[in-house]
């Protein structure tokens, strides 16, 4: 059920939304929303992205090991041009 929530816009915002809001062929109401569902989604990946950011220092804190970047990216390439090779081997830090 959708909730109704009131926003006080700059008037020269609410213009340019109305002015983009249009080009799309959109409402104003269904760009804001539309609008603030994808920075909602932006947040939550760019929170997930960090946790796992943090996570995985944590695990090279605690083991030490860590992959050669270009190692990695090689054998991606590698494998996308359909050849096998051995896979790159962890390293201590």
Do not use: C, N, W
């Not at 799309?24 to 109401?29: F, I, L, P």
């Not at 760009?31 to 995985?56: G, I, P, S």
Request: charged residues 30%; positive net charge; proline residues 3%.
């Amino acid at each position: 059920m959708a909730v109704t929530t009131t926003l006080k816009l700059p008037e020269e915002l609410k213009a340019r939304i109305a002015s983009a809001a249009e080009a799309a062929g959109k409402t104003s109401h269904a760009y804001m929303v539309e609008a603030l569902m994808a920075q909602a989604a932006f947040d939550e990946r760019r929170r997930a992205f960090v946790l796992a950011a943090h996570v995985a220092e944590q695990e090279v804190a605690e083991y030490g090991l860590v992959f050669d970047a270009d190692e990695v990216f090689s054998h991606i390439r590698l494998k996308l041009s359909g050849k096998q090779g051995k896979p790159p081997k962890a390293k201590k830090l």
